[in-house]
């Protein structure tokens, strides 16, 4: 698994696509940078809901670009059939190419956020909040969340690349995957409430949104901007139960993903 890992983190980082995303989440951070300057008076509050969102764009975009590179491509272009010729579990390619996409995304995680730290507090030699915000623990704990979305998203992308026959099948549903899974926990509140008194809209869709809440987690509860952004922390329950919930979905990914490939003919 160790090999896995290793040749996983250097052709990440060696990958066209991971430098053209990169580029785009630094022009994303840049974007925020320059949004604090036309906020006359919350320039950090503007610069981290802007740049936290461009960082998690990019990091969604990065985690499915290097599971389509390091494992779905491996399997179109048959290279993976090299790698099963030898004595070793399937399992361990699997849990290897995932580990260093984690590590990988962990990086860039840390880089963006870095970044996106120095520029907040340059903003705010322009103005002074009169409501500053917390950029100390609170904003790296809500970057560790930003992180755990994305390896959820980069554990499902996996799955559907150890099943798929198609390419661009897991680009795509990875990316259907990010979205649907940030805006789950938005619809289903809008629909709790009502609707707006649209009783159509609930009829229709609460019974689709009750099915779907169970194939798809909420990933908007590993959101945690408030915090750093207006200095509101976070319940510690709210954020066990986030953690718990995404440990779980990756595990169960993880797990079928393994199962899936392992039963997978290669011909």
């Known amino acids: 698994m160790r090999a896995f890992l290793i040749?996983?983190?250097?052709?990440?980082?060696?990958?066209?696509?991971f430098h053209a995303v990169?580029?785009?989440?630094?022009l994303l951070i840049g974007g925020a940078y320059l949004a604090?300057?036309?906020s006359p008076r919350q320039p950090e509050t503007v610069a981290l809901d802007v740049g936290l969102s461009g960082i998690r764009f990019a990091l969604v975009l990065m985690?499915?670009?290097?599971?389509?590179?390091?494992?779905?491509?491996?399997?179109?272009?048959?290279?993976?059939?090299?790698?099963?010729?030898?004595?070793?579990?399937r399992a361990q390619y699997i849990l290897g190419r995932f580990s260093g996409i984690t590590?990988?995304?962990?990086?860039?995680?840390?880089?963006?956020?870095?970044?996106?730290?120095?520029?907040?507090?340059a903003s705010s030699t322009y103005y002074a909040q009169s409501h500053p915000g917390a950029l100390g623990y609170p904003f790296w704990i809500t970057i560790i969340g930003v992180w755990l979305d994305v390896v959820v998203v980069a554990a499902f992308t996996l799955c559907i690349a150890a099943l798929s026959t198609v390419p661009a099948l897991p680009l795509v549903l990875g990316i259907a995957f990010a979205l649907a899974?940030?805006?789950?926990?938005?619809?289903?509140?809008?629909?709790?409430?009502?609707?707006?008194?649209?009783d159509v809209l609930t009829t229709t869709y609460a019974p689709m949104i009750n099915v779907v809440r169970w194939l798809v987690p909420d990933l908007s509860r590993l959101d945690w901007r408030i915090w750093p952004m207006y200095d509101l922390p976070m319940p510690s329950g709210s954020i066990m139960l986030a953690f718990s919930m995404a440990a779980g979905y990756v595990t169960l990914m993880l797990?079928?993903?393994v199962h899936l490939f392992s039963r997978r003919e290669f011909d």
């Open 181 to 198: 899974g940030h805006t789950l926990g938005a619809v289903m509140d809008y629909l709790a409430r009502g609707a707006d008194g649209q």
């Open 36 to 38: 604090a300057l036309f």
């Open 63 to 89: 985690a499915v670009f290097w599971v389509q590179e390091l494992v779905g491509k491996e399997i179109e272009r048959r290279t993976t059939i090299q790698y099963l010729a030898y004595p070793i579990h």
């Open 255 to 257: 797990c079928i993903a």
């Open 103 to 121: 590590i990988l995304l962990l990086v860039a995680t840390i880089t963006l956020a870095l970044l996106l730290w120095i520029l907040v507090i």
């Open 22 to 26: 990169f580029l785009l989440g630094l």
């Open 7 to 17: 040749s996983a983190l250097r052709s990440g980082l060696r990958g066209h696509s």
